[in-house]
């Protein structure tokens, strides 16, 4: 007698199939997700690396630069990091390719607009051609000390770099980068965490409530992690 399969055994496997399917997704998910969570925080550690760089060839000085989003990752004579980084200047001003942004400066789960497109800001027409990079300084390490880093008492505690975006929860758009000084301004892309590097170099992935909001809070007075002295 010749086997065939019933429609009931058929539908069985599918379901199984559907089944199983459906518990491999999530964890499919989660690994591509750790993955970028990974990627960025490497990025985020060149910055720190670029940063240290900086303050060696500057007397210990550390990046200056100003508001402006493209400033940080621009050459070492105007106060960014840009040079240390590998970054070539005409791909931030100078030509007509003004605002694009380098890959460095720019995490798989969106950047200062929300995007993942490096040319994201400048083919926003209402906004200035900013860079749409997810990265900014604590900018208080601009004003303490001068400005000079190898001052800086707490450096294991003081955050130097985090993952940016004027909307901390929902990670979305900020003409904001370049730098920070409260967690308003923060980004959270990474299941709710945030990456973050610190002045002695060490990174670290950390929750939203993990990070003081800002200066003034009690908890950061211990911490020292915006700040110094308030
Ligand atoms: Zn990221």
Redesign the pocket.
Same mark, same amino acid.
């Given at each position: 007698m010749k086997q065939k399969f019933t429609l009931i055994e058929l539908l069985v496997v599918i379901a199984i199939i559907a089944i199983l399917a459906s518990m491999l997704l999530p964890a499919l998910n989660k690994a591509r997700e750790t993955a970028? *969570?990974i990627?960025? =925080?490497g990025? =985020?550690k060149q910055i720190a690396q670029g940063t240290t760089l900086y303050s060696m060839e500057y007397d210990g000085y550390g990046p200056s630069g100003d508001f402006l989003p493209n400033n940080l990752f621009v050459s070492s004579t105007r106060g960014g990091i840009g040079k240390q980084l590998g970054v070539p200047t005409r791909m931030l001003y100078n030509n007509s390719d003004y605002g694009i942004t380098p890959s460095i400066a720019l995490?798989?789960?969106?950047g200062a607009y929300g995007d993942n497109n490096p040319l994201f800001a400048s083919k926003n027409t209402v906004s200035t051609r900013n860079m749409n990079n997810?990265y900014s300084l604590n900018r208080n390490l601009i004003q303490e000390n001068s400005g000079k880093l190898k001052l800086v008492k707490n450096a294991s505690g003081r955050m130097l770099a985090a993952?940016s975006g004027i909307d901390g929860w929902h990670n979305l758009t900020s003409r904001r980068g370049g730098y920070i000084e409260s967690r308003a301004y923060m980004?959270f *892309?990474?299941n709710r965490m945030?990456?973050f590097a610190f002045v002695d170099g060490h990174c670290e992935t950390r929750k939203r409530e993990e990070v003081p909001s800002g200066a003034y809070e009690v908890y950061d007075g211990k911490l020292h992690f915006w700040k110094q002295d308030y």
């Open positions: 970028k *969570r990627k960025c =925080i990025k =985020i995490c798989d789960n969106g997810s993952t980004a *892309r990474h945030g990456n």
